[in-house]
Nanobody, 116 residues
Framework: QGQLVESGGGSVQPGGSLRLSCAAS????????MGWYRQTSGNQREKVAT???????WYTDSVKDRFTISRDNAENMVYLQMNSLKPEDTAVYYC??????????WGQGTQVTVSS
């Protein structure tokens, strides 16, 4: 089923930026639509953005115009550039298949904390 390793999280002040990276190893990810998700304590995982293999993107309304998802198919990497961060963006961020993520195992995620 492959492996997903997220990195790049951290603590920033409101208005700051972070760039998350996801290394996706395994053939299941190679030409699949990939996505970024986030989860806060006690809540369900929320899909934040997706990107198809050719590069078409989708964003949930709360992050439109602030987050940008991208991918490097040759390197099997998926990225999430997060700008103008808000406290409500605080969560653990995960990458996985953009459609039916239950087909793959979740990684450990990366913590993003936005606080003054």
């Amino acid at each position: 089923q492959g492996q997903l390793v997220e990195s790049g999280g951290g603590s920033v002040q409101p208005g700051g930026s972070l760039r998350l990276s996801c290394a996706a190893s395994g053939s299941i990810f190679r030409i699949a639509t990939m996505g970024w998700y986030r989860q806060t304590s006690g809540n369900q995982r929320e899909k934040v953005a997706t990107i198809t293999a050719p590069g078409s993107t989708w964003y949930t309304d709360s992050v439109k115009d602030r987050f940008t998802i991208s991918r490097d198919n040759a390197e099997n990497m998926v990225y999430l550039q997060m700008n103008s961060l808000k406290p409500e963006d605080t969560a653990v961020y995960y990458c996985n298949l953009g459609v039916d993520p239950s087909r793959a195992s979740w990684g450990q995620g990366t913590q993003v904390t936005v606080s003054s």
